[in-house]
């Protein structure tokens, strides 16, 4: 079992302002990442969404936010319903010039049941990396 925690970073030639609104406001978030019903960067707020690997299967992600230090940090949960573990997504923006780097932490990844090869850390560096990499850097810097 791997305890590490999976860290990508990212920087974007976007100034930070725009990336934190693009992480924490529900109409720019559907454009790059998912869907929300609702959204708001309040420690406490619950969110929830359906995603998964293919459209016959998919989970609802459980959310809750745990820390928000505006414009800099935004932690959340992030489980299933119905399956065992919780895990934690942080968003940390760093201003560099008129550019921002993204660094995201997705830790307690070794509590999802190890038996369900969809929630395997590898899938989630894959996705992670799509999202981080290409989705969210093509819509912060159109």
Known sequence: MNNESFIIERTYSAPAEKVWKAITDKN???QWYFDLA???AEV????????????????LHLCKITEVIPGKKLTHSWRYDGYEGNSFVTFELFAEGGK??????????????NENPDLAKHN???GWTDIIGRSLKEFVEK
């Open 28 to 30: 720019e978030m559907k």
């Open 38 to 40: 609702e959204f708001k």
């Open 44 to 59: 406490g707020f619950e969110f929830q969404f359906t995603g998964g690997p293919s459209p016959e299967k998919q989970y």
């Open 100 to 113: 921002t780097r993204l660094k995201l932490t997705h830790a307690g990844l070794e509590t999802f049941p």
């Open 124 to 126: 989630f560096v894959e």
